[in-house]
């Protein structure tokens, strides 16, 4: 089978584009769960029974030192190289925190609002946390709930010969911890349809750098990573590569 090079571009670039809901299209196939009246799936991935929680600082309690915003933004940059030195418990949860954390949750339970901007308020995301030198925790695969600020551990027996082959890149298997973001497409398909996408991909980007600017308050580095084997990482952290699939990654360790 031959794949017209220009034409596949064409396709692609399609993700890109801003969606135009004023477009009159025939049938209603195209509209979305929402407008459909399907009830809202939930804001956040529950806890399993009998799961582990490990409690985190409460972002209240947190005592990292204050850093102008001015030198954070100015010296953010890729870090590919980090210590053996450890992340403190407190350090973790703020990176967390900075990242996804919650400021309301709506009465419904159909939205979130949070550190981060989301189209819709939707937040598509979960964290997931490979650790590998974090005061206090043990290795091993944990999901970060935002709601209750708490790990849930997923997986203490990690395989390292598959952790070998999830990406390409040898310094993301150093860092202290990697920050693998997934995507559960549903929660923003429900409220956009088809023009999802181009909203979780941009979403992602500003999560992503809210990590790369924590990392400067605690002299610790991080590099946004979208070079990975798919199948290995969503095997890794246990989740199916249709409902929710890895996006992002980013390893984080002390510079
Ligand atoms: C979406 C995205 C994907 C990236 N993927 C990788 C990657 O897979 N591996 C890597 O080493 N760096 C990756 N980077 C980091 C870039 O290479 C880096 O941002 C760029 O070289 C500029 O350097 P700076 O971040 O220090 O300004 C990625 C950055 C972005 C924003």
Redesign the pocket.
């Known amino acids: 089978m031959s794949v017209n090079y220009e034409e596949e571009i064409l396709k692609r670039r399609n993700l890109l584009k801003a969606s135009n809901w004023r477009i009159e299209k025939e049938g209603d196939w195209w509209k979305s769960h929402q407008q459909k009246g399907i009830p809202a799936p939930p804001i956040v991935k529950p806890v399993p029974e009998n799961a582990m929680l490990i409690d985190l600082v409460q972002p209240e309690e947190l005592t990292i030192k204050d850093i102008p915003l001015f030198d954070a933004v100015s010296s953010r ?2 870090h ?1 190289a980090f210590t053996d030195e450890k992340i403190s418990l407190e350090e973790l949860s703020f990176l967390l925190w900075t990242t996804q954390g919650v400021h309301e949750v709506d009465k419904k339970k159909i939205w979130t609002k949070r550190v981060v901007p989301s189209g819709g308020a939707r937040h598509p995301f979960e964290t997931y946390l490979l650790i590998n030198r974090v005061e206090g925790i043990k290795e091993g695969v944990y999901r970060y709930h935002p709601i209750e600020n708490k790990l849930i551990l997923i997986n203490s027996q990690i395989d390292q010969e598959t952790v070998k082959k999830a990406w390409y ?1 040898d310094f993301i298997g150093k860092s202290a911890v990697i920050f693998i973001w997934t995507a559960i497409p549903y929660r923003t398909e429900w409220r956009y349809s088809l023009i999802s996408y181009k909203d979780i991909l941009i979403e992602a ?1 500003h999560i ?1 750098q809210n990590l790369y600017l924590a990392c400067e308050a605690i002299n610790a580095g991080t ?6 084997e798919q199948k290995v990482v969503d095997s890794l952290i246990q989740v199916d590569g249709k409902e929710e699939l890895a996006v ?1 990654l980013a390893p984080v360790g002390k510079i």
């Not at 590099?223 to 990975?228: D, E, R």
């Open positions: 940059k890729s590919r890149q980007g992503c590099c946004a990573i979208a070079a990975y992002y």
